[in-house]
């Protein structure tokens, strides 16, 4: 393990192509976050680095700015960067492209389903530096050889722990025998369950571990959390009482792809325009709810976990678990969705008598001996 002996207080120091300096101030990125000031001296230096920094901290910039920078320097290798939601990708596909748009004349491109395989392939033709993909339109490409990732010299695993857990596990195996053993590889997120750590070991050489705001994974401090008691019946006609009084955007969770739509055509009937985001929806569908809410054209979106993690909307400043997640890492990254970049915001859960078993242990809390639930307590 190594350790971040190399730090900077301002991203004027550091030795960056001219035009990525010209992008970091369009984007008014002066200062670093603290991920950013322990891990990018090192990997500019083509370092291993695992950060895990809580959410809406910048681990992007982390890793993208020394991706760029190196890809700059050395025209031979290509960036490889998977990330696991097509959002996500995009997001960060966007986020390279502004940083690199003043000039820097490094090309990505975004490989991702439900867009054109044809121009994706197309794109790799004419020549990129760098693929921001989700691993199942990847695997697409690589079987049809029409990317190859022979080059791939540098690779970003952002979400690492959704990226190697169970779901993704087969595709990820598969994408690796495409990819250079000598390479530098990064991989952050906000939570790194143990389970994962050593799956996560085996991709690093000689790593940076940097882990910022302590051993264990938490929620940013700048998030107001709080839990009301319901039971499955009344959630409905609390949420409706919650919305009415809630100014700003706010981002509502939901356990299932069914439940989503029920609860999107429920808060339209009721008045409450808002958008919806599962995997069932088009591509179509899935971009413009993004960018409607973006907007704040309507400032409501129910969402599944395809929306829990990385999506970086700063105005989002409520976030309400109207069914709890499965796992104290999915809350840390749904309530994630606001307070971001330094901003405040608010999460509230929704808990029902069937929820208790597991809402202790998505809280980080011990469970009384004896639960005694109140579901009609007055605030
Ligand atoms: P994370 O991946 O850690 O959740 P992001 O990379 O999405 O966080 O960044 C969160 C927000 O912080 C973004 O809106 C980004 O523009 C902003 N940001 C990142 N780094 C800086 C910086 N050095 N200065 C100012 N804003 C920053
Ligand atoms: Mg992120």
């Known amino acids: 393990m190594e350790m971040a002996d190399e730090t900077f207080q301002r991203f004027s120091e550091l030795d960056l192509p001219e035009a990525l300096h010209r992008g970091l101030e369009k984007m008014k990125f002066t200062e670093p976050t603290p991920v950013q000031a322990a891990t990018i001296p090192t990997a500019l230096k083509g370092k291993d680095v695992m950060g895990i ?19 700059h320097d050395d025209r031979y290798p290509i960036g490889l960067v998977l990330a696991p939601t097509r959002e996500l ?35 790799y033709d004419r020549g990129i530096d760098y693929i921001v993909a989700t691993p199942g ?54 939570t790194l369950p143990p389970e994962i750590q050593n799956l996560a070991a085996r991709f690093l050489h000689h790593p940076l571990h940097v882990s910022i705001g302590g051993p264990v994974a938490k929620p940013v401090d700048q ?28 981002l509502i969770f939901v356990k299932t ?10 808060l339209n009937r009721e008045g409450f325009g808002c958008v919806r985001l599962h995997g069932d929806c088009s591509q179509g569908e899935r971009k413009k709810a993004l960018e409607d809410f973006k907007q704040g054209r309507p400032a409501i979106m129910v969402a599944t976990d395809l929306a829990g993690r990385g999506i970086d909307i700063v105005d989002i400043e409520h976030v309400i678990n109207y069914d709890l997640p499965h796992s104290r ?33 998505i809280m980080n809390k011990k469970a009384p001996k004896r639960v005694v639930f109140r579901s009609h307590r007055k605030r």
Do not use: W
């Open 53 to 71: 920094a809580q959410t809406g901290t910048g681990k992007t910039a982390a890793f993208g700015i020394p991706m760029l920078t190196r890809l």
């Open 89 to 123: 990708a995009a997001q960060i596909h966007k986020v390279l492209e502004q940083m690199a748009g003043q000039g820097l004349k490094i090309n990505g491109s975004l490989v991702v389903g439900g867009e054109s395989f044809r121009k994706q392939s197309n794109q």
């Open 137 to 190: 339109r990847l695997i697409d490409h690589l079987r049809q050889k029409s990317v190859s990732l022979e080059r791939a010299e540098i690779l970003v695993l952002d979400e690492v722990d959704r990226i190697l857990d169970m779901g993704f596990a087969p595709q990820i195996e598969e994408i690796m025998r495409h990819v250079p053993k000598k390479r530098q590889t990064m991989l952050f997120s906000a």
């Open 223 to 250: 998030i107001e959390e709080q839990t009301v008691e319901t039971t499955a019946a009344a959630k409905q006609g609390l949420l409706i009482k919650h919305l009415q009084e809630k100014k700003g955007k706010v």
């Open 257 to 266: 792809k069914d439940r989503c739509e029920i609860l999107f055509k429920v």
């Open 329 to 361: 890492e999915d809350y840390i990254h749904r309530i994630g969705r606001t307070a971001r970049a330094g901003r405040s915001g608010t999460a509230l859960n929704f808990l029902t008598p069937g929820d208790i078993d597991g809402y202790y242990a």
